[in-house]
């Protein structure tokens, strides 16, 4: 069945940067796009980025677009999440979330999440 | 302010019906399909339904959704206390060419 786990949370300063990780498993992972989306403390979901089956194509967000970039290992089943100049306000889980076609047609899957949390 | 609208919340007692509203705009629910989401505390949001009115195996027929125009309604039947959670309608947008989120409706079954 279809698994995604993330990695790479954490507490870390105003500033500073972090890398998330999210294993895949259980599909063909070269055949569909991947997102990352958060959910901060009390609020809703939000969309952060989408990147397409190949890597060819990526859309963000404007509130981590030029902070936030997003890639992906296909021969590695391995999804990335690098994010740069963390601020308060990033402080979220967040998700890796497998979409049904190859690039945004819709979020089928979702993995567990991992926390970051932004504080000096 | 999302760019797609649900009510805050919804409540009902166990085994009535409730619907659940998600406008939009021609750019986003009016010309793509959209997707529901069930999201309980501490765990991952779970798909519902997806190409407006498709369920996923596994998801029982009490869930049912429907699109007309630029709106979007999610129902269910036969409330049990285990639905109680948030619920996300979620589609794209062509013209911010992002994925677009409504703010979530909490659910409470009375």
């Known amino acids: 069945q279809v698994q995604l786990v993330e990695s790479g949370g954490g507490v870390v300063q105003p500033g500073r940067s972090l890398r998330l990780s999210c294993a895949a498993s259980g599909f063909t992972f070269t055949s569909h796009g991947m997102h990352w989306v958060r959910q901060a403390p009390g609020k809703g979901l939000e969309w952060l980025v989408v990147?397409?089956?190949?890597?060819?194509?990526?859309y963000y967000a404007d509130s981590v677009k030029g902070r936030f970039t997003i890639s992906r290992h296909n021969s590695m089943n391995m999804l990335y999440l690098q994010m740069n100049s963390l601020r308060a306000e990033d402080t979220a889980v967040y998700y890796c979330?497998?979409?049904?076609?190859?690039?945004?047609?819709?979020?089928?899957?979702w993995g567990q999440g991992t926390l970051v949390t932004v504080s000096s | 302010q999302s760019v797609l609208t649900q009510p805050p919340s919804v409540s009902a007692a166990p085994r009535q019906k409730i619907t659940i509203s998600c406008s939009g705009s021609n750019f986003n629910i009016g010309s793509n399909y959209v997707s529901w989401y069930q999201k309980l505390p501490g765990t991952a949001p779970k798909l519902l339904i997806y190409d407006n009115d498709k369920r996923p195996s596994g998801i029982p027929d009490r869930f049912s959704g429907s699109k007309s125009g630029t709106s979007a309604t999610l129902g269910i039947t036969g409330l049990q206390a285990g639905d109680e959670a948030d619920y996300y309608c979620?589609?794209?947008?062509?013209?911010?060419?992002?994925?677009?989120f409504g703010g979530g409706t909490a659910l409470t079954v009375l």
């Open positions: 979620a589609t794209w947008d062509r013209s911010l060419t992002a994925v677009v």
């Open positions: 979330a497998k979409d049904q076609g190859m690039v945004a047609t819709g979020i089928e899957y």
């Open positions: 990147i397409s089956y190949d890597g060819s194509k990526k």
